[in-house]
Every structure is written in C-alpha cells, then in structure tokens.
C-alpha cells in the first residue's frame, strides 16, 4: 500500500500546475491537516483546487467560468489486497454554480499574509447530490477545452443529461443537438424522475456479484475554499463599500453513476 501511495504522490507533483497561486493548509472534520493547491488562470477564466487525501485519493476541482463547467476529478489508488494495480481516474461534469468560487481574477489577487496558518471553512454548504445519466463521450471537448484537459487522463467521463439544456449552445451545434454528443447509460439505468432511485439497477452495495452492472457513490468532501467576496462601508463622510476579505466555504459531493461491473465501482 505504501508503494501506490508514493506513486500517488508522485503522480500528484507531476501534475500540478507550475503557475500556483496559493498553498493553503486546511483542517479537515476529522481534525486532520492537509494541504490544498488553488490556482487562477485568468486568461482561460478557470480556477482549479487540487489535494491529496490522506487515504491516497488525489481530488482535482476545475471550474471554467466563461462556460459554466465544473469538472470534479478524481484519481483512486488500486488495492492492493484486491491484487489491483495502478490507479482509477474518474471525471464528473456538472453546470457551474458560479457563486460557488469567486472569479479567477478575483482570486488571482488572494494572499496569506501568515502561510503556516491552518484554515478552517467560515460556513458548511453541506452536500450536493449528482446523478450522472450518460458518459460525456465527444461533449467534454465541445463543452470546456479546459476541462478536456484536465479530464483527458480519465477513464470515464461523466455528465447529467439535464445540464446539457443548462449550458448555452455551442458554435455550430443547434441546442437539441447536444445529446448527440453524449453516449447515455442503458435505459434501465436511468433515475426514475431527476435524482430519484435507479429503475431496475441496484446500488453496488447491494450487488450479488463482481461482474453485475450497478449504481456507483463517489464522495468527496472539499473542505476549504473562497466561496465569496466580502465588502466593508468606508467612513460616514464616504459612504462607499470596499472590498476587505473573503468568504470561506466546505462543500461535499455525492456523484452516482452505473457501471457495467461492480468490481469497477470505488471503494472510496
């Protein structure tokens, strides 16, 4: 276990971007201390927050503001008591709430005046639940280049048919078209209604057997993050607000989604 963890670690400081904006060390509800990496890329108009997790899963949160993507990846070590080698990687696409992060230019201009200062989240949004109804196929590239990148290592690519009517048409392609794009999960996959329960396929806890097809949970929990800007009023006479700190938020994730194999759902 302790050679995957290395090779996580490795596969972590190779990819994480050389043009980083701030180091921040965060505790998380277990009381334990890790470090998250947040980048701005103003000219792409993206931010990106990437960590390590102490139990060897490397979380990578990119969002592209200018076409209100978000895309959640995820790299899961192989158990080794499983005889598994390598590693998973998991994308998850969803529409961007972009009140969530403040703008990259915004965040761009962040500094810690104390470094070493271990962060704890100002407020606790809670969880979001995502079904994914269909693998992202042709869409991801058609929808975010950056967040092409950023997923192209991934074995799956993941999406919610539903916010494909979310995002604004794309040049050359007619808005009832981009279902085209995707490739959608088997008919019986399918959540009843929005984010209701699976018609006929069971949850992977439940599945009798390794090779049966079943519904997938994924958590992950971001436990640091600007979320807001926060504005101060200038003296009487002035009577004008300034810009004088930031919002700090913790948000956790639920991702569902089928897979052919029970034994390919993470155990995470």
Not at 201 to 218: K, R, S
Request: hydrophobic share 40%; with cysteine; glycine share 8%.
């Amino acid at each position: 276990m302790e050679f995957i963890l290395y090779k996580i670690l490795l596969l972590y400081l190779l990819v994480r971007p050389t043009n980083l904006q701030l180091l921040i060390n965060v505790k998380n509800q277990g009381g334990d201390v890790m470090q998250e990496n947040i980048t701005a890329n103003v000219s792409e108009d993206t931010v990106t927050l990437e960590f390590l997790r102490l139990d060897g899963v490397f979380v990578s949160q990119l969002v592209d503001f200018t076409n209100e993507v978000e895309a959640m990846k995820v790299v899961i070590p192989g158990e080794e008591e499983l005889g598994q080698s390598g590693h998973q990687t998991l994308c998850f696409l969803t529409h961007a709430a972009q009140a969530d992060f403040i703008a990259p230019d915004a965040m761009a201009k962040l500094r810690q005046k104390n470094p070493g200062t271990v962060r704890v989240a100002e407020e606790d949004k809670g969880w979001r639940q995502t079904t994914a109804t269909a693998w992202a196929a042709r869409a991801t590239k058609l929808l975010s280049p950056p967040a092409a990148r950023h997923c192209a290592a991934a074995g799956d690519v993941f999406l919610r048919a539903a916010d494909l009517a979310r995002w604004a048409p794309r040049p050359g392609v007619e808005q009832q078209a981009m279902s085209s794009f995707v490739s959608p999960f088997p008919e019986r996959a399918l959540p009843t209604e929005g984010e209701g329960e699976a018609r006929s396929v069971p949850a992977c806890a439940g599945a009798a057997q390794p090779g049966d097809e079943c519904i997938c949970h994924l958590e992950v929990c971001v436990n640091w993050y600007p979320c807001g800007l926060k504005y101060c009023k200038g003296k009487p006479q002035g009577g004008l607000s300034y810009r004088c700190g930031i919002k700090t938020c913790r948000r956790c994730y639920r991702h569902l989604f089928y897979t052919a194999r029970r034994d390919a759902c993470p155990r995470t």
